[in-house]
């Protein structure tokens, strides 16, 4: 059983396009995250999150929002993309205080 | 400002040697530094972690340094193989609210027959 996983595995879209990428994560953590890594292979954190508290690196766009259902899922909508979107973004989940985080195999999308 | 450096930015070896990864950290108040590798197009995986109190951790040929007084750690391959091409990322954890994960920008290692 894959214990982080998303989809779509690639995702191709035009400019100015609304979509979202879905999380979800079999292993009872309760905290997620959404990782960007960009074309050096630098992954810059974007959103920690469990039912508690959501926390937003300040640079990131407000194009960018994170949904959570419920524990278990957190999806990533993103309006009106740009160009410099294009990234293969990695969800991850760890429990809280262990702080070893499981990743998803990761969502490459493309902006054109 | 919480940085972590790591170098080489990448490294080519051949197939049955050993090398070295270097991760330099200015991170506080420290928790823990993590190894991960991460396969070309899958998401990175844990290799080793460390708190303070240790300095040296191995899983199978891999083996973690850490000098938490320098703050420097490495991460030493042994006998490498194939498999073993992929990037490494140096992962710190603070002991503090907020983002708890600093990430390093990763060593692209290629190993070759």
């Known amino acids: 059983d894959t214990a982080v996983s998303q989809t779509p595995k690639y995702l191709v879209t035009q400019m100015g396009n609304d979509k979202s990428i879905k999380c979800e994560q079999n292993?009872?953590?309760?905290?997620m995250y959404w990782y960007k890594q960009d074309s050096k292979k630098f992954l810059k954190i974007m959103f920690s999150y469990n039912n508690k508290e959501l926390i937003i690196n300040e640079t990131v766009p407000n194009r960018f929002s994170p949904k959570s259902p419920d524990k278990a899922h957190l999806n990533l909508h993103i309006n009106s993309l740009e160009l410099g979107d294009s990234a293969v973004y990695f969800c991850?989940?760890?429990?809280?205080?262990?702080?070893?985080?499981?990743f998803g195999q990761g969502t490459r999308l493309t902006v054109v | 400002k919480n940085q972590v450096e790591q170098s080489p930015q990448s490294l080519i070896i051949l197939e049955g040697k050993n090398c070295t990864l270097q991760c330099n950290y200015t991170v506080s108040p420290f928790s823990n530094l993590r190894w991960y590798k991460q396969d070309t197009g899958r998401g990175p995986v844990s290799l080793t972690i460390m708190t303070f109190s240790e300095n040296t951790k191995s899983n199978g040929r891999y083996t973690a340094t850490l000098d938490a007084d320098t703050k420097q750690s490495s991460l030493h391959i042994t006998a490498s193989q194939l498999s073993d091409s992929a990037s490494y990322i140096c992962?710190?954890?603070?002991?503090?609210?907020?983002?708890?994960?600093?990430f390093g920008a990763g060593t692209r290692l290629f190993v070759k027959a």
């Open positions: 992962v710190v954890n603070l002991n503090t609210g907020g983002f708890k994960t600093i």
């Open positions: 991850a989940s760890s429990s809280q205080g262990a702080e070893r985080a499981f």
């Open positions: 292993l009872g953590h309760d905290t």
